[in-house]
């Protein structure tokens, strides 16, 4: 078992779901569906590539602002 951090943003009518560390993205119209959907393209990737060339230990990005002119 791996946890992967994943960012989700609204699009239009859909919600936009990605996994920076794999560089995985996906999409719902729904919140529940876009984290169904980057799950399943998470372990399509983890299938297809493996995670050898991966840390270990799993990235804990750190979330803040930056304000800009």
């Known amino acids: ?9 609204p699009e239009g009518k859909f919600f936009v ?6 560089d995985v993205t996906s999409q719902g119209e729904t919140l529940p569906e876009a984290l169904a ?5 998470i372990e399509c990737y983890i299938e ?7 840390p270990e230990s799993p990235v804990k990005p750190l979330w ?6």
């Open 1 to 9: 078992m791996r946890s992967f951090a994943v960012s989700v943003v």
């Open 17 to 22: 779901a990605r996994c920076a560390e794999l």
């Open 37 to 41: 959907n980057i799950k399943e393209a």
């Open 48 to 54: 297809s590539f493996g995670l050898d060339d991966l």
């Open 64 to 69: 803040t602002t930056v304000e800009v002119r």
